[in-house]
């Protein structure tokens, strides 16, 4: 009974092993480590060119620990003689498989458009009557540092959009680092008389109703 008993310990014990190198085997050469693709963008990613201008697009390079991996560009082809924003999408994949992608816009600006500044300091009509500073920052493309208008704005409200004609806007999705962020049924009124300008848009992000935002120029 002793030498059977010790017979059956040994076994027991040496299983756990036998288990540990069959796992050691079915993962041998697999990556327990992965890079993921790191991407550099020469230029801006928000672009704006004037009808009728050229863009060149700069390109996307992406790296995975330091070596060049390939980039797969995909989305809008930028026509410049049609106002509107436009977006470009450049994706790279690592040896596990594991993919990323990061974006650029380019808005093609018409020319009442481009000759307009909407700068200023806008306040919220309704809620916490939180103020939007709007800046133009190229042709046609402007920042706003409070998007829903909440009490006090910052980086984590803070977007880029367009005017591209008339006085249609566009805030296409973008993640500003903190949140995605877009608005749409997005307008803007110029001053007429003693009515201040005005802009009205929908935020798209979890944080924010359904219901459009009007904001009156200070």
Do not use: H
């Amino acid at each position: 009974m002793k030498k059977n008993s010790l017979k059956y310990f040994f076994l027991l014990f040496a299983l756990p092993f036998l288990f540990s190198c069959e796992r050691d085997l079915e993962t041998e050469g697999i990556s327990r480590i992965t890079n993921y693709p790191v991407f550099d963008m020469p230029g801006e990613q928000f672009m704006s060119v004037p009808v009728g201008g050229t863009f060149n697009d700069p390109g996307v390079t992406a790296t995975e620990g330091g070596a060049s991996i390939p980039v797969t560009k995909t989305g809008d082809v930028v026509d410049t003689s049609t106002p509107g924003v436009y977006v470009m999408t450049y994706t790279a994949t690592n040896k596990d498989g594991y993919s990323a992608s990061t974006k650029r816009y380019v808005g093609v600006i018409a020319p009442d458009a481009a000759a307009a500044d909407l700068s200023g300091n806008y306040k919220r009509n309704a809620g916490v009557f939180g103020v939007s500073k709007v800046t133009k920052v190229g042709v046609g493309l402007y920042t706003t540092d409070n998007v829903g208008g909440v009490a006090v704005g910052g980086p984590a409200t803070s977007i880029f959009f367009y005017n591209p004609t008339g006085n249609r806007l566009v805030g296409p999705e973008q993640n500003n680092g903190t949140g995605v962020f877009a608005v749409t049924n997005a307008t803007y009124s110029p001053a007429a008389g003693t009515t201040p300008a005005s802009y009205t848009w929908t935020v798209i992000n979890p944080g924010y109703g359904a219901a459009p935002r009007t904001f009156v120029k200070q």
